[in-house]
């Protein structure tokens, strides 16, 4: 695996978003705040015509309706759909792609085999952000198919430093892991800020001032472990001392089965990663075999 270099230019690159949603727009958010491209070299699709509008007058891109009118001539495209409505939108734009254009796919638990085979093209980045994205301060893991040029795995890059930090791995099951690691991770925090925050509204702060509490706290410990380097445990016994508070809070928290729960939860997030993509490549054994049955017929 390898953090990517330095920020290439994207300056002769048109991108077209496909499922303009709510990560669809994080990228266009941050790749324009980053002057990384101009308005006029994004395209965007999307059904509804409110949709549209917004975009349209927020960044001042281009807009379509069709997804089929987005993809055609664009450099880039950003697959942004749900995965029930990968197999739709593949029929509507596999037709018009064409080899030297990269797809860039951030739907959740859609493998390669699964896109490739569904677009009938090769040229494909599956990655995995996180809702922090929206902020640019998202953590993006991304993997590329062999048929991927190095021109195409720099541009990949690029774009999603636009959602944060990213990271390329040489092995596809890997964003499988992290789609349950730091795609799903958001969900673990706010369970947590959530439930802190109710713990000291049951101790008699106001929720106001608990809410605040619990955002400082978890913010500067992260901002903390990240610029201290030291692990976690060592962080952890630095503010442990023998029959103090945070004793009693941790003999309890191991007595909950703390880790253990987290464990679970997260590995109950990355087999519903991978049934997600084996559904989806389920769905091009179906394709394929209703095609043979048609070409025999």
Do not use: C
């Not at 690029?158 to 040489?170: I, K, N």
């Amino acid at each position: 695996m390898r953090y990517s270099a330095a920020m290439p230019s994207l300056r002769d690159r048109t991108i077209a978003t496909v499922g303009s949603g709510v990560m669809a727009e994080a990228m266009i958010a941050g790749l324009l705040r980053g002057a990384l491209v101009e308005p006029d070299q994004i395209v965007a699709s999307h059904p509804r015509p409110e949709r549209r509008e917004h975009l349209a007058g927020e960044y001042g891109i281009r807009t379509v309706a069709l997804n089929g009118d987005a993809v055609a001539g664009a450099d880039v495209v950003l697959l942004a759909v749900k995965p029930q409505m990968l197999a739709r939108v593949a029929r509507e734009i596999g037709p018009g792609l064409r080899h030297g254009q990269l797809v860039l796919s951030v739907i959740a638990g859609a493998t390669t085999a699964a896109i490739g085979g569904l677009l009938g093209h090769d040229q494909i980045v599956r990655s995995m952000p996180n809702t922090p994205a929206r902020l640019g301060r998202g953590m993006t893991v991304w993997f590329a198919t062999p048929a991927t040029t190095e021109d195409q795995r720099t541009q990949a890059s690029a774009l999603l430093r636009a959602l944060g930090a990213e990271l390329e791995v040489d092995d596809e099951k890997m964003v499988a892991m992290a789609t349950a690691v730091s795609g799903t991770g958001p969900t673990y925090v706010f369970l947590v800020m959530e439930a802190l925050i109710d713990a000291a509204v049951h101790l008699g702060f106001p929720r106001h001032v608990a809410h605040d509490l619990v955002i400082e706290t978890l913010e500067g410990s992260t901002l903390f472990a990240k610029q201290s380097g030291m692990h976690p445990a060592e962080l952890r016994n630095m503010v442990t001392s023998p029959g103090g508070t945070s004793a009693a809070a941790l003999h309890e928290l191991e007595s909950g089965r703390l880790r253990t729960v987290l464990s679970d939860a997260v590995w109950a997030a990355y087999r519903r990663t991978v049934e997600l993509g084996d559904q989806l490549e389920a769905t091009v054994e179906r394709q394929s075999d209703t095609a043979r049955r048609a070409g025999g017929a």
